[in-house]
């Protein structure tokens, strides 16, 4: 099983920008893992933020493309999430997934509030 561990949420105000780190516990090279990022926010589903391969080809969704940018660090076993120009509605829960090998993690989640 792949534990993730997420970090870099907080508050800020809109137009503000912020880190999203998250740090798994294996290989994610030799497990193979699709990263990525969801969010949910309260009273709506969960939704994907932006995923990146384990050549580190990036998808974003439609809301967050030209602002939002992720990467990954195959040899720190780490995936980061860069948010700039943050709005109210991006406010959420923000959670790290991974799909690999042995089947799809989820880490714990990180609140990322902006505030107008």
């Known amino acids: 099983q792949v534990h993730l561990v997420e970090s870099g949420g907080g508050l800020v105000q809109a137009g503000g920008s912020l880190r999203l780190s998250c740090t798994a516990s294996?290989?994610?090279?030799?497990?193979?893992?699709?990263m990525g990022w969801y969010r949910q926010a309260p009273g709506k589903q969960r939704e994907l933020v932006a995923t990146?391969?384990?050549?580190?080809?990036?998808n974003y969704a439609d809301s967050v493309k030209g602002r939002f940018t992720i990467s990954r660090d195959n040899a720190k076993n780490t995936v980061y999430l860069q948010m700039n120009g943050l709005k109210p509605e991006d406010t959420a829960v923000y959670y790290c997934?991974?799909?690999?090998?042995?089947?799809?993690?989820w880490g714990q989640g990180t609140q990322v509030t902006v505030s107008s």
């Open positions: 997934n991974a799909v690999h090998s042995a089947g799809r993690s």
């Open positions: 990146v391969s384990v050549n580190s080809v990036p």
């Open positions: 294996t290989s994610i090279v030799r497990t193979n893992a699709m």
